[in-house]
C-alpha cells in the first residue's frame, strides 16, 4: 500500500546540509496500523510528510498503490493525496469556523455537492462521537474533541490511508486512550490503513501490527510489534521497551540479591505464558525461584508477559535452569545493578 524504497532527505541550511532521513525502506501493507517510533529529532516528521508528498525526498522513491508518486505531475500529486488523510498534534483546525464548516470547507474546494457533504458531515462526525458539535467552535472544544473533528474532517475526504504525526502527543492519558480506540475502530470498520508516528511506546503497543524504530534518520529495528517487544535487539529499542515496563529495583537491593544468584527478567509471549515453567524449575532444579516484580502488557493482538526473579541456587544449577527456561520458550536476560 505504501512502499518507501531507500528514500533520503536532506535540507539545506546556512550551516550546511541537515540529512533528516537516510536511505530508509519499509512497506505498509493494506489495512494494517504500521507505527514509527523515535526520540525528537529521528527523522520521522520528515519520513512521514514524505509519504504524501508534503516533503519531496533527495533520493528514493514513494510508491502508493503500487504507484510511484516521485514523479507524477502536480494534478495527479492532488489526486493521490485527496486518497491519504493527515491528522497533526497540534489539530490544525480554524479557529473562526464551525465543527461543520471545517469539516465541510475541503470538500467544497475538491468540488463536491452540498447534498453530499452534509451527508458526510453527519456520518463522520457520528463516527467519531460528535454529532451534536455541528455549531460548536473549536475553541468551545477540549483537545480530545478536536483531534475527532480533525479525524473527521480527514475522512471525509474518504481516503484509503491515514497519517498520523503525533496525534496524541498534546492529550492526557484517558484522551489519549479514547482516541487511539478511535484509530483501532477507523481502522477495523472503515478499512483505513494506518500509518502513525509517535515517542510514545504506549501507542505503538495498543494499536500497532508492526513498528520501524527511527533514530539519526535511519531505521535501526523494524517488525511485528509483539516480536520487537519480546525480542528487542538495538539499545534504543531497548529503552522503548523498558520504558513500558516502569520497574526499578533499589540498586541495593538488587546488590544483596545478586550475592546468592541471579536476578533475571522472563519475559513471556505466546505458548511459553501458559505453561507453569517457574514450578518446574524449583522441581527439577535445586534453585528457588522467587517473585520480585512483574506485569502484563497487552500488545493490539497479543499479550506479554515479565517477571523479575531471583534464581537462589548455586552457580550451575541456576545457569541449568536458565537453560531450561529458555527451552521453554522464555526469553531470560539478566537484570544489571542500575535498572531493573
Ligand atoms: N525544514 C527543515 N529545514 C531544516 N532542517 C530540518 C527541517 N525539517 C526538519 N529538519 C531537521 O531534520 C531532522 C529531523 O527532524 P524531524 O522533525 O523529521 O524529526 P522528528 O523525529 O519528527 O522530531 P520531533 O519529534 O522533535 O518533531 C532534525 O535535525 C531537524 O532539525
Not at 489495512?31 to 519520513?47: C, H, P, R
Not at 463522520?124 to 472544544?141: R, S, T
Not at 474532517?153 to 489519549?176: F, K, M
Not at 513500558?244 to 544468584?261: R, S
Amino acid at each position: 500500500m505504501i512502499k518507501l524504497t531507500n528514500v533520503s532527505k536532506s535540507f539545506q541550511t546556512k550551516k550546511g546540509t541537515i540529512p533528516a532521513i537516510d536511505d530508509v525502506s519499509l512497506e505498509v501493507q493494506p489495512g494494517e496500523i504500521f507505527g514509527v517510533i523515535g526520540y525528537s529529532g529521528a527523522g520521522k516528521s520528515t519520513l512521514i510528510r514524505c509519504v504524501n508528498l508534503l516533503e519531496s525526498p533527495t533520493t528514493g522513491s514513494v510508491i502508493i498503490n503500487g504507484r510511484d508518486v516521485t514523479n507524477v505531475s502536480a494534478e495527479e500529486l492532488l489526486k493521490v493525496r485527496r486518497k491519504i488523510g493527515m491528522i497533526f498534534q497540534g489539530f490544525n483546525l480554524l479557529k473562526t469556523a464551525t465543527v461543520y464548516d471545517n469539516i465541510a470547507i475541503p470538500l467544497k474546494l475538491t468540488d463536491v455537492d452540498k447534498k453530499e457533504i452534509d451527508k458526510r458531515v453527519q456520518k463522520y462526525l457520528q463516527i467519531v462521537g460528535l454529532e451534536d458539535k455541528h455549531d460548536a467552535y473549536p475553541g468551545q472544544l477540549s483537545g480530545g474533541q478536536k483531534q475527532r473533528v480533525a479525524i473527521a474532517r480527514a475522512l471525509a475526504q474518504e481516503p484509503e490511508i491515514l497519517l498520523s504525526d503525533e496525534a496524541t502527543s498534546a492529550l492526557d492519558p484517558e484522551t489519549t486512550e479514547s482516541i487511539l480506540e478511535l484509530l483501532l475502530k477507523i481502522n477495523e470498520e472503515l478499512g483505513i490503513t494506518i500509518m502513525l508516528i509517535t515517542h510514545e511506546m504506549n501507542v505503538i503497543q495498543k494499536i500497532c501490527d508492526r513498528v520501524a524504530v527511527m533514530e539519526k534518520g535511519k531505521i535501526i529495528e523494524q517488525g511485528k510489534t509483539v516480536d520487537i517487544y519480546a525480542r528487542p535487539s538495538h539499545p534504543t529499542t531497548k529503552r522503548f521497551v523498558n520504558s513500558t515496563y516502569h520497574k526499578e529495583l533499589p540498586p541495593h537491593v538488587l546488590q544483596d540479591l545478586i550475592q546468592t544468584g541471579p536476578v533475571v527478567r522472563l519475559t513471556f509471549v505466546g505458548e511459553s505464558s501458559s505453561k507453569p515453567v517457574l514450578a518446574s524449575v524449583s522441581a527439577k532444579f535445586p534453585v528457588s525461584p522467587n517473585i520480585l516484580a512483574g506485569g502484563i502488557i497487552a500488545l493490539k493482538q497479543e499479550t506479554i508477559g515479565t517477571l523479575v526473579v531471583h534464581l537462589h541456587g548455586d552457580k550451575e544449577e541456576t545457569i541449568k535452569a536458565i537453560s531450561y527456561l529458555e527451552e521453554q520458550g522464555v526469553k531470560v536476560e539478566g537484570v544489571e545493578v542500575t535498572h531493573v
